[in-house]
């Protein structure tokens, strides 16, 4: 794995992690992408409104200290990033 802060850790680990944390989410029509510091999840999550249900895009950046907890408890309270 060349990015310098999942060098000490397996695919597997970081999927299963990110499984779970995608899962917590109910993120739908997911997408992963790896960067140099971290990992970044684009997925889809339905929302009730107050005209009914919208499909709404979420984006998580996973960096340094959120990595490494996620890596470690597969559990994190983020909000989205919406970039």
Do not use: H, W
């Not at 060098?7 to 944390?21: C, E, R």
């Not at 029509?29 to 005209?51: K, L």
């Amino acid at each position: 794995m060349l990015n310098t802060a999942l060098k000490d850790t397996s695919y597997a680990d970081l999927f299963t992690a990110l499984g779970k944390f995608i899962t917590s989410k109910k993120l739908q029509d997911v997408c992963v992408m790896e960067f140099d510091q971290g990992v970044i999840v684009i997925g889809a999550v339905m929302v009730e409104t107050a005209v009914g249900f919208q499909r709404r895009q979420d984006t998580f950046i996973f960096a340094g200290d959120e990595l490494r907890l996620l890596l470690e408890t597969g559990n994190l309270k983020l909000r989205p990033n919406n970039v």
